[in-house]
T-cell receptor
Framework: GDSVTQMEGPVTLSEEAFLTINCTYT??????LFWYVQYPGEGLQLLLK?????DKGSNKGFEATYRKETTSFHLEKGSVQVSDSAVYFC????????????FGDGTTLTVKP | DGGITQSPKYLFRKEGQNVTLSCEQN?????MYWYRQDPGQGLRLIYY???????QKGDIAEGYSVSREKKESFPLTVTSAQKNPTAFYLC???????????FGPGTRLTVL
């Protein structure tokens, strides 16, 4: 079945540091890939997405590139802020498994001033 | 403003009681979903629905039930058969199965 593996957290960085959160996946079809962010006590918000190989999703300074050859979708940001502190989830939606998205376990990011 | 609402935000129940969690969306989305989130873990799919009057079991449907009588509403009932119901429950919707999901703010259920 489909699966998503994320880099284990927690991750603690100083403000303006470079961020990478690794995400790899296995899927039977040709999935769309997503990064969601969750702030304490809230639901998830879509951060960015990519629907096919070599696509780059970007939003609010975050980027991730769909790498089919390495089955990866790593999240990066060049300079993090305290306000980026949250839990980040990598997810896939396999078009051959309609209706079922698969989420990683989440990576907690804490950015210190 | 369009969005998804879940109520209540916090819910307390005694063991052995059924409880129903509300989820409403005004985004005109066809698909709706229920997830369970436990501390430090990802989301696990309970039930999902593509259209009115149709829904399918997800990965952990045992002890839960849903209905989809209206497009905008997808209530989840946590029954007394659910062995460990204390968790954070998230409702989501999407235009269709192939699109990204929009999430509600969640309901934290505590069974005493």
């Amino acid at each position: 079945g489909d699966s998503v593996t994320q880099m284990e957290g927690p991750v603690t960085l100083s403000e303006e540091a470079f961020l990478t959160i690794n995400c790899t996946y296995t899927a039977t079809g040709y999935p769309s890939l997503f990064w969601y962010v969750q702030y304490p006590g809230e639901g998830l918000q879509l951060l960015l997405k990519a629907t096919k190989a070599d696509d780059k999703g970007s939003n609010k300074g975050f980027e991730a590139t769909y790498r089919k050859e390495t089955t990866s979708f790593h999240l990066e940001k060049g300079s993090v802020q305290v306000s980026d502190s949250a839990v980040y989830f990598c997810a896939l939606m396999d078009n051959t498994n309609a209706g079922k998205s698969t989420f990683g376990d989440g990576t907690t990011l804490t950015v210190k001033p | 403003d369009g969005g998804i609402t879940q109520s209540p935000k916090y819910l307390f129940r005694k063991e052995g009681q059924n409880v129903t969690l509300s989820c409403e969306q005004n985004l005109n989305h066809d698909a709706m979903y229920w997830y369970r989130q436990d501390p430090g873990q990802g989301l696990r799919l309970i039930y999902y629905s593509q259209i009115v009057n149709d829904f399918q079991k997800g990965d952990i449907a045992e002890g839960y039930s849903v209905s989809r009588e209206k497009k905008e509403s997808f209530p989840l009932t946590v029954t007394s058969a659910q062995k460990n119901p204390t968790a954070f429950y998230l409702c989501a919707s999407s235009i269709g199965f192939e699109n990204e999901q929009f999430f509600g703010p969640g309901t934290r259920l505590t069974v005493l």
